[in-house]
């Protein structure tokens, strides 16, 4: 069983950058596909980029696009999430996911484990 703690998350301004860090525990991280999530207060959580289990295929929620990118080295078994030229809008709980599978996957249904979140906040 894969667990999932996050960091990396903080306070910034508009218009500045965080690199958010997702260490993986367990023998099964570079089989499965990983996504980032983020749920903001009185929001649906929702999907902010998926990579599958080589790192050769991702894919981003249009409201990112350009401005975030996600990656891992599964030497390390860690997936990261750099964000770039970050809005107000950005700031909610950030969380990571481990896939039932080797693809990308843009529902949650498809995530079977979580980490605990990190908090991000962009500030006007």
């Known amino acids: 069983q894969v667990q999932l703690v996050e960091s990396g998350g903080g306070l910034v301004q508009a218009g500045g950058s965080l690199r958010l860090s997702c260490a993986a525990s367990?023998?099964?991280?570079?089989?499965?596909?990983m996504g980032w999530f983020r749920q903001a207060p009185g929001k649906e959580r929702e999907l902010v980029a998926t990579i599958n289990l080589s790192g050769d295929n991702t894919y981003y929620a249009d409201s990112v696009k350009g401005r975030f990118s996600i990656s891992r080295d599964n030497a390390k078994n860690t997936v990261y999430l750099q964000m770039n030229s970050l809005k107000p809008e950005d700031t909610a709980v950030y969380y990571c996911a481990a896939n039932r599978g080797p693809a990308i996957a843009t529902l949650s249904y498809w995530y079977r484990v979580w980490g605990q979140g990190t908090q991000v906040t962009v500030s006007s």
């Open positions: 367990g023998r099964t991280f570079s089989s499965v596909g």
